[in-house]
T-cell receptor, first 115, second 115 residues
Framework: EAGVTQSPTHLIKTRGQQATLRCSPISGHTSVYWYQQALGLGLQFLLWYDEGEERNRGNFPPRFSGRQFPNYSSELNVNALELEDSALYLC??????????????FGSGTRLTVV | AQSVTQLGSHVSVSEGALVLLRCNYSSSVPPYLFWYVQYPNQGLQLLLKYTSAATLVKGINGFEAEFKKSETSFHLTKPSAHMSDAAEYFCAVSDRIGANSKLTFGKGITLSVRP
């Protein structure tokens, strides 16, 4: 069974540009979560999508946005990139409806570097 | 709001020594608790989880954790460290209520294993 896949693995952008990160969940999972892992800050919750809808978002500015497609894959968009957006962006999937009893399954992440 | 505290950012042990990684949580309702491990340049892998009445939980790679409600703790232990255990470890908490539930992570602890 394929795990959670994220693309690209690495992404280098210039300040002010836009970045698009992609995630495909495990088959049967309808929820997708996005986390930002910046150096020394642990994992910060960004967004949760379930059944195509945004269900919850963390304390991030509106230039962080995304969507979930009918096949449950997801896209994270970061507009007007700033240097402090440089981080590892992790996608995770789980069973839908906000269930957390099985935990999440994580992808390997996209390393975004803003120069 | 739920939260997790992982005291210290780095633990160093000798190979064969006991591993003890501390985690304290805060939650307004009975929580689900998780430990994840992250190897360099990889995503997070679930080590173990507490979701039921069994307070001592065994996970992969010889790790176990004990849920202590009176101490609001969920410390991770392993009797004998291996070099391959060197990684970053994250504790996470989730409320059992589904609608807006999500995993909230601690800042992580880096485990080093000395030969």
């Amino acid at each position: 069974e394929a795990g959670v896949t994220q693309s690209p693995t690495h992404l280098i952008k210039t300040r002010g540009q836009q970045a698009t990160l992609r995630c495909s969940p495990i088959s049967g999972h309808t929820s997708v979560y996005w986390y930002q892992q910046a150096l020394g800050l642990g994992l910060q919750f960004l967004l949760w999508y379930d059944e195509g809808e945004e269900r919850n978002r963390g304390n991030f500015p509106p230039r962080f946005s995304g969507r979930q497609f009918p096949n449950y894959s997801s896209e994270l968009n970061v507009n007007a990139l700033e240097l402090e957006d440089s981080a590892l962006y992790l996608c995770a999937s789980s069973l839908g409806g906000g269930r957390t009893d099985y935990g999440y399954t994580f992808g390997s992440g996209t390393r975004l570097t803003v120069v | 709001a739920q939260s997790v505290t992982q005291l210290g950012s780095h633990v160093s042990v000798s190979e064969g020594a006991l591993v003890l990684l501390r985690c304290n949580y805060s939650s307004s309702v009975p929580p689900y608790l998780f430990w994840y491990v992250q190897y360099p340049n990889q995503g997070l892998q679930l080590l173990l989880k507490y979701t039921s009445a069994a307070t001592l939980v065994k996970g992969i790679n010889g790790f176990e954790a004990e849920f202590k409600k009176s101490e609001t703790s969920f410390h991770l232990t392993k009797p004998s460290a291996h070099m391959s255990d060197a990684a970053e470890y994250f504790c996470a908490v989730s409320d059992r209520i589904g609608a807006n539930s999500k995993l909230t992570f601690g800042k992580g602890i880096t485990l080093s294993v000395r030969p």
